[in-house]
């Protein structure tokens, strides 16, 4: 099966990001849970880690969780948008290195441990994220994960596609695509499976504030640049009132839960041109306040 390529715009992804940063906590409920199980996984896996990397740390939340989890590790908190980086300083994380999940700033089999929870949506080339994954892996590391999968926010999809026909909502890769992508990438034994939460609203437009409040804008590459004119947020808004049920509208969202491990042997890669990488070993610990 060839590789799902997503039509992203990375620079837009990263200034939501920044934007959101400051007041994310506040409207990251579903975040908040699925991080909470994500973490909660990790119960059933006996693990050392030396280095642990936070992927798409956001806030810090679950990069503090880690450190308090394995004292002895050192955890980096990797994060596209600088925003997020410093709010997760405030809350006490450790080391913040500002990188790209699919450009990995780190040297080759340096983690033992490779946490991300619901990044892998705004990747746009998942065969080439998961490339990243296993070269940084060390044999037997772990990667631990969370994505959205498509029919996240399909009633919102559903109501703009009605209205206009453009696309307002990203899309978003089914879990046997991630499942294929693991297996191109030579990351062993992957373990999927879905879980559905569903968000309640008064109506269309809470769901909108909040997805704005969390960063999480409409970033595909064909969306439409204009205004969206008020006659066209009256018919969505219209469209998606045929989901209401008992008072209030529903917000689906699929998400996928993954594990892989490393391979057994160590990759190859050739260096690219003006790349940087480091050792994550060869960084001193830091005490949280300094």
């Keep these: 099966m060839s590789p799902r390529v997503f039509g992203l715009d990375r620079a837009a992804i990263r200034r939501s990001f920044d934007r959101a940063a400051a007041a994310y906590d506040e409207s990251a409920v579903l975040q908040a849970e699925v991080r909470r199980q994500l973490l909660a996984r990790l119960d059933y896996v006996v693990l050392e880690p030396g280095v642990i990397v936070d992927v798409g740390c956001g806030t810090g939340h679950a990069a503090q969780a880690l450190a308090g989890r394995y004292p002895s590790s050192r955890v980096i908190a990797l994060d596209l948008a600088e925003g997020m980086l410093r709010e997760a300083r405030r809350h006490g994380s450790t080391l913040q290195v500002c990188g790209d999940a699919m450009r990995l700033p780190l040297g080759d089999a340096s983690v033992d441990l490779l946490f991300s929870s619901l990044t892998l949506q705004w990747c746009t080339d998942l065969d080439a994220t998961f490339a990243e994954f296993r070269r940084v892996?060390?044999?037997?590391?772990?990667l631990n994960f969370t994505t959205f999968g498509p029919d996240t926010l399909s009633e919102l999809r559903g109501a703009w596609g009605q209205a206009d026909g453009q696309v307002h909502v990203s899309e978003f890769p089914d879990m046997h695509d991630v499942g294929d992508g693991l297996v191109r990438?030579?990351?062993?034994?992957?373990?999927?499976d879905v879980e559905r939460y569903t968000l309640t609203y008064p109506d269309v437009f809470g769901l909108m504030r909040d997805l704005k409040a969390i960063g999480a804008h409409n970033a595909a590459a064909q969306r439409p640049r204009g205004l969206t004119g008020r006659r066209r947020l009256l018919a969505m808004q219209a469209a998606y009132?045929?989901?209401?049920?008992?008072?209030?509208?529903?917000?689906?969202?699929?998400?996928?839960?993954?594990?892989?491990?490393?391979?057994?042997?160590?990759?190859?890669?050739g260096r690219r041109a003006g790349e940087f990488?480091?050792?994550?070993?060869?960084i001193g610990r830091r005490d949280a306040g300094t």
């Design 241 to 269: 009132e045929r989901h209401r049920r008992g008072g209030v509208l529903p917000a689906t969202y699929e998400v996928v839960f993954g594990q892989a491990w490393g391979p057994a042997g160590k990759p190859e890669r």
């Design 185 to 192: 990438a030579g990351l062993a034994e992957p373990v999927l």
């Design 137 to 142: 892996l060390r044999p037997r590391g772990l």
């Design 277 to 282: 990488t480091f050792d994550p070993s060869a």
